[in-house]
């Protein structure tokens, strides 16, 4: 009996040794310490060994039995250590949905405007938003002392240039760059960015964008402005939308008006202001030689911001410059 209790001892150490694996490992653990192993069928053999035996051989058994006990425990943690770490990959799991980019609602409406105008015959010109003064200014009949270029509504660099440079605060700079780089007739727009020191509130931001047009030609008249704007507006905001001009001041132009569109809002017909136009002032066209007794022209300026709130109903500008994806994923 005690020769038995040996080699079951060994072979079950030594089939322990090679379970490898948790199925394994518990196969060994039914064949020899389970409810009916061979450990529990040596147990029953007890009562039929001769009483004066009986001493040792239990005591055996019970070394046996620890033995075998304690090294399965020792055999199960070691397999557990062994076990791949980390997070195991479920092939049958969905993927992760790819995020489809869009344009932001800003540059789809620089383009829709951009397009409208391009079918009705306007260029695109473009000018740097980093600018001089002389294009920002001077060359606007904007001279040095007048109000619109106090350093609290500029943001102006500090450097040592021959001229002081600032952020343009209008894209009215590109009509004097391209009245500078082409002779009449001309008929242009140009979109982009422009800053101001404005504190950031729902309607104000210190960068925003406008659209400027510029056309220049023979016996252009305040005709060809309103014209070109309505047309702007039934293409851009449907056929029923009107325009309205209103006097107003701006040192580049002469007549000036403020104007406005008659835009569908969800549903109804609003007057909303949009920017100002004009025709290009003497002053202006003579400082990029261009005679003015020869050629007139129209200007008009509109804020791309208000146009994209308006249409979309957005109410706070600040949220177009958040880039909060959930946001932006609307438009
Ligand atoms: N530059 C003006 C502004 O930012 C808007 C403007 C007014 C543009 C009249 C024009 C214009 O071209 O003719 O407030």
Same mark, same amino acid.
């Given at each position: 009996m005690l020769d038995a209790l040996h080699s079951l001892e060994q072979s079950a150490l030594a089939e322990l040794a090679a379970a490898g694996n948790p199925d394994a490992l518990e196969k060994w653990r039914i064949a020899f310490i389970g409810a009916n192993g061979q450990l529990k069928n040596a147990m029953a053999g007890l009562k039929d060994v001769p009483k004066d035996l009986k001493p040792a051989v239990g005591k055996r058994l019970n070394e046996v039995k620890s033995a075998l006990e304690s090294a399965y425990e020792t055999r199960k943690s070691a397999l557990a250590s062994h076990a791949p770490s980390g997070p195991t990959v479920d092939l049958t799991e969905p993927g992760l949905p790819v995020g489809l980019g869009r344009r932001h609602v800003l540059s789809r409406t620089i383009d829709e405007i951009v397009d409208v105008f391009g079918r009705m015959g306007f260029a695109v010109a473009d000018g740097p938003e980093l600018e001089d003064e002389h294009h920002n200014f001077n060359a606007l009949n904007i001279p040095a002392g007048h109000p619109a270029r106090d350093p609290r509504d500029n943001f102006y660099l500090r450097g040592a240039w021959a001229e002081r440079l600032l952020?343009? /605060?209008? /894209?009215?700079t590109v009509q004097i760059r391209a009245m500078e780089a082409q002779k009449p007739p001309l008929k242009v727009v140009a979109t982009g960015r422009v800053y101001r020191p404005d504190a950031h509130d729902a309607t104000h931001y210190s960068m925003f964008h406008q659209i400027e047009g510029l056309c220049i030609d023979k016996g252009i008249s305040m005709v060809d402005l309103k014209t070109a704007l309505l047309q702007f507006a039934r293409a851009y905001f449907g056929p029923d939308a009107e325009v309205r001009l209103r006097p107003s001041f701006f040192p580049? /132009?002469?007549?000036s008006a403020e104007f406005d569109m008659k835009m569908r809002i969800r549903g109804n017909l609003q007057w909303v202001e949009l920017g100002g136009c004009g025709m290009v002032d003497p002053n202006v066209l003579e400082a990029v030689g261009i005679d003015p007794e020869v050629w007139t022209g129209y200007a008009f300026g509109l804020g791309i911001e208000r146009i994209a709130m308006r249409r979309y109903g957005i109410a706070d500008i600040r949220w177009l410059f958040e880039n909060d994806a959930r946001f932006l994923r609307q438009f």
């Open positions: 952020l343009r /605060t209008q /894209t009215s580049f /132009t002469e007549p």
